[in-house]
């Protein structure tokens, strides 16, 4: 996790977490396009095993893009928790 240390020279603990908030609402329209183009068994008729397996991959990337929001949320908690 990045954990900036609020300071009088340093970024303002706003621009700190609402920048956070907004790169997390990016990471969510990513994983929402991402949902969009969720392989669909229509579009494989001659195997199946391969939907599975690329169904598996799409979730897998969709996991890493919510663990980025996570860790987002937890950097953005992080910095408000300095604020006393």
């Given at each position: 996790m990045?954990r900036?240390t609020?300071?009088s020279?340093?970024?303002?603990a706003y621009d700190?977490i609402?920048?956070?908030a907004?790169a997390?609402?990016?990471l969510?329209?990513?994983i929402?396009a991402?949902?969009?183009v969720?392989p669909n068994g229509?579009?494989?008729?001659?195997?199946?095993?391969?939907?599975?397996?690329?169904?598996a991959?799409?979730y897998?990337r969709?996991?890493?893009?919510?663990e980025?929001?996570?860790?987002l949320l937890?950097e953005?908690?992080?910095?408000?928790?300095?604020?006393?």
């Amino acid at each position: 996790m990045i954990r900036p240390t609020l300071n009088s020279n340093g970024s303002s603990a706003y621009d700190l977490i609402e920048n956070r908030a907004i790169a997390r609402r990016h990471l969510q329209q990513a994983i929402d396009a991402l949902r969009s183009v969720m392989p669909n068994g229509r579009d494989y008729p001659i195997d199946n095993d391969l939907c599975v397996a690329d169904r598996a991959e799409m979730y897998r990337r969709i996991g890493l893009l919510a663990e980025m929001q996570d860790d987002l949320l937890y950097e953005a908690v992080a910095i408000k928790n300095q604020l006393g």
